[in-house]
């Protein structure tokens, strides 16, 4: 059984065959039913861990549409190729600050409590009475 978030977003979309606009091609998606990524949710315009459940494709000249599932809260949003990102490289520079606090960010450097706690020295006891 579909929430009514759920059905109410899947009712606005209309599954149609993608065909190119110039040489008749069939377009492809970049993301494939089971997809991890990470999305960008509409509401707060934050990145968080998710998966593709569903491709929407529509008639040129209209985007490929996704519905991905966050995976860390459990809702569901349907979402367009620039409102995802395979890793955290592949988001844009100025959106860096805007990661959900979940999201595995290897690239970055540690923060200031964890080089204090790397560089703490460890008690030592001097007076063994």
Request: hydrophobic share 40%; with cysteine; glycine share 6%.
């Amino acid at each position: 059984v579909l929430d009514i978030h759920l059905q109410l977003l899947l009712e606005d979309v209309e599954q149609v065959k993608v065909e190119g606009i110039s040489d008749g091609k069939e377009m492809v998606s970049k993301w494939l039913v089971g997809n991890d990524c990470l999305a960008r949710w509409v509401e707060d315009g934050r990145w968080y861990n998710a998966i593709v459940d569903t491709v929407f494709e529509s008639s040129p000249p209209g985007p490929v549409q996704y519905l991905v599932t966050f995976t860390d809260y459990g809702n569901s949003e349907i979402v367009c190729d620039d409102d995802m990102a395979a890793n955290v490289e592949a988001i844009p520079g100025d959106q860096m600050d805007k990661l959900d606090e979940n999201v595995e960010r290897p690239d970055l450097p540690p923060t200031a409590v964890m080089i204090e706690e790397m560089t703490r020295k460890p008690l030592v006891r001097t007076n063994l009475d």
